[in-house]
């Protein structure tokens, strides 16, 4: 897989300077927003962000490949005697934009200012991928997943119109 090696390096090098890092997996690579990054671990952790971003860029052969978007969301929270946890995770194709500007007063000098300013769009990580592909003449393909899921939406329309067309043609004839 020497052409995935080539593709994962120059996504690795138009991450960089950003918050998302390559990792190699054996279906090829994920892109991961980085949220252990120093830079950002103050602002995940100070202001609640839970969330952890990756497109999982899948191999198919030499010159084709697949992006999977997977949104991991952790809630957690503690009141009185107990603590509450949930995780929920969202794969195929995400469409995700976050933007949070939070403004606070200075203690000691009594200016204002922002505290917090943070922007995700979930494209900006599949068009990271899809330069470094198109400049090396690669084309993308639909992963199983979202093959499997256009199918069952498809098929669960036609099961949709059949039923609604029986019902029709039972209320026209009673």
């Known amino acids: 897989m020497?052409?995935?090696?080539?593709?994962?390096a120059r996504v690795r090098d138009g991450a960089e300077g950003t918050p998302y890092t390559v990792v190699e997996q054996p279906y090829g690579f994920d892109v991961t927003v980085d949220l252990a990054d120093a830079r950002?671990?103050?602002l995940t952790a100070a202001?609640?962000?839970?969330k952890v971003f990756t497109h999982e860029v899948h191999v198919k052969k030499p010159g084709r490949y697949g992006i999977t978007d997977v949104e991991h969301t952790v809630r957690y929270g503690a009141?009185?005697?107990?603590?509450?946890a949930a995780r929920s995770i969202k794969r195929g194709r995400v469409y995700s934009y976050q933007r949070r500007v939070e403004v606070g007063v200075d203690a000691d000098t009594g200016h204002v200012g922002k505290v917090v300013d943070y922007t995700f769009r979930a494209g900006e990580g599949r068009q990271l991928i899809r330069r470094a592909a198109t400049d090396l003449g690669w084309r993308e393909q639909m992963n199983g997943e979202q093959l499997g899921a256009l199918w069952f939406?498809?098929?669960?329309?036609?099961?949709m119109v059949i039923a609604f067309g029986a019902v029709g043609i039972h209320a026209l004839l009673t």
């Not at 020497?2 to 994962?8: C, G, P, V």
């Not at 202001?47 to 839970?50: A, E, Y």
């Not at 939406?153 to 099961?159: M, P, S």
């Open 2 to 8: 020497q052409d995935a090696h080539e593709l994962m």
């Open 40 to 42: 950002w671990l103050t």
């Open 47 to 50: 202001h609640g962000l839970t």
């Open 79 to 84: 009141g009185g005697a107990s603590l509450t």
């Open 153 to 159: 939406a498809g098929i669960t329309v036609v099961l």
